[in-house]
């Protein structure tokens, strides 16, 4: 079993910046944020893997970065450039071959 810990989400206006974290409670290799925005089906954000490759939607590619320690067996997204449109529930996930975890979400609002 893997529990997932995500914080850092908030509130901030258009342009600005937010990081989000998210610690497991042991290694994971393959580490994913998704989001939801209401309405809207839970959408990839970023992908890294364990060897530090790492996949971006189109829509947030230049503006977030993903990053891990593997020390705190934490990730981290850094999210700048806010967009209205990238205002939701932000999720952590980690997977194993056997499983997946998710963590409990993060809201995250951009205003206008």
């Known amino acids: 079993q893997v529990q997932l810990v995500e914080s850092g989400g908030g509130l901030v206006q258009a342009g600005g910046s937010l990081r989000l974290s998210c610690a497991a409670s042991?290694?994971?290799?393959?580490m994913r944020w998704y989001r939801q925005a209401p309405g809207k089906q839970r959408e990839l954000v970023t992908i890294?893997?364990?060897?530090?490759?790492?996949y971006y939607a189109e829509s947030v590619k230049g503006r977030f970065t993903f990053s891990r320690d593997n020390a705190k067996n934490t990730v981290y997204l850094q999210m700048n450039n806010l967009k209205p449109e990238d205002t939701a529930v932000y999720y952590c996930?980690?997977?194993?071959?056997?499983?997946?975890?998710w963590g409990q979400g993060t809201q995250v609002t951009v205003s206008s």
């Open positions: 996930n980690a997977a194993t071959s056997q499983s997946e975890y």
């Open positions: 042991r290694a994971i290799g393959v």
């Open positions: 890294i893997n364990s060897g530090g490759g790492i």
